[in-house]
């Protein structure tokens, strides 16, 4: 039996019980991360890669590391593609006594670990074709101003500005400094150097390019949605800088993994519901992708955007299209405190 078939034998309801059994997950932990690569995994279509570490997966009884009795162990089953990963063989050690749901569990507790799709592994690995070589890319000074740079090409060219560091608020600028001091990075250095002033510079830069990567990555996925007249969206390239002058930025995707039977905006709704995945902030704003434009609001719909809605004091949506989503939805959103909304 293959990792996918394993998978498809089982419930998530099943394996999200094991999962709280056997690594001690409270009743109210947040598991909807799990089900969503559950879903994920059973979507996907396997496919071997000649490169991975293995073809195998092996199911043993390990000792826990702090002394505890042992527990089930899946190896080699991090670090490929999860496409790969589906195919690998599932060999189950004699001595081993577990039900498929319990090696299910252990097998999605190992891929969500660490593993790959294609995106992730080139974030992870930094392969983005940003105009660096490929060691510098492991240097986060150059890597961060070359990755924000390349940003800023964008949205300018869409009519947005770019704060530099003087032009950042002055409590923008306090709490750079702030993050900056409690990273200790002077440790070294003596007084008065002149390599502290110039070690300071280049900190202080890396902390600023670094949160510009972050929020500036967010605006570029929004502009293809920003510039499509058909999407009928009311913020422009302009308002969504004001993010740059924002405090408490985060950043996160959700991606429905809806069987035939479900939409996708039903999966994110019970997602949202069952395992309260939305962070509750003064301030969110979402871009919602489809596959196809929304020309009539279903009621599920309706009841996604009443819920994403409801979770901020005040918040706006962005609407996009791709047709390679088919009946998926995404959601990317963004979570902030600002004096003020975007657009007042």
């Known amino acids: 039996m293959i990792f996918k078939e394993l998978l498809d034998s089982v419930s998530f309801d099943e394996v999200e019980r094991q999962i709280r059994i056997m690594y001690n997950y409270p009743e109210t932990g947040n598991l909807g991360w799990y089900k969503i690569h559950f879903d994920m995994l059973r979507l996907l279509t396997p496919k071997h890669h000649d490169d991975a570490n293995d073809d195998v997966c092996h199911i043993t009884m390990e000792d826990w590391e702090n002394g505890n009795e042992p527990h089930l162990h899946a190896f080699p089953m991090e670090g490929d593609l999860w496409e790969h990963s ?3 063989e599932i060999v189950i050690a004699p001595d081993v006594k577990a039900s498929n749901e319990e090696i299910a569990a252990c097998c999605l507790w190992h891929t969500s670990f660490h593993g790959f799709v294609e995106e992730d592994r080139k974030k992870r690995f930094r392969l983005y074709d940003i105009d660096i070589d490929f060691m510098d890319r492991w240097d986060d000074d150059v890597y961060f101003e070359k990755y924000a740079n390349k940003n800023f090409s964008i949205i300018r060219k869409n009519g947005g500005m770019i704060p530099t560091i003087k032009d950042l608020s002055p409590k923008r600028k306090k709490q750079l400094i702030y993050k900056l001091k409690e990273s200790r ?12 002033r110039c070690a300071y510079k280049k900190h202080l830069a890396e902390r600023y390019y670094r949160r510009m990567t972050d929020i500036s990555d967010f605006i570029v996925k929004a502009i293809p949605a920003i510039n499509d007249k058909a999407n009928d969206n009311y913020l422009k390239t302009e308002d969504l800088c004001s993010l740059f002058q924002s405090e408490l930025f985060y950043s996160e995707e959700l991606t429905s993994f809806a069987d035939e039977g479900t939409s996708g905006a039903k999966y994110l709704l019970n997602l949202i519901l069952i395992y309260d995945m ?39 949506i962005i609407f996009a299209t791709n047709p390679s989503l088919g009946r998926q939805i995404r959601i990317n959103y963004a979570t902030f405190n ?7």
Not at 280 to 307: C, K, S, W
């Open 185 to 196: 990075w002077y440790r070294g250095y003596r007084s008065g150097e002149v390599k502290l």
């Open 278 to 316: 939305l962070p509750h902030f003064d301030r969110m704003i979402y871009i919602l992708t489809t596959g196809e434009p929304i020309e009539t609001m279903t009621e599920d719909d309706l009841a996604l955007q009443n819920v994403l809605m409801g979770s901020c004091k005040s918040g706006d």
């Open 338 to 344: 600002t004096r003020y909304p975007l657009i007042r």
């Open 86 to 88: 589906l195919t690998k």
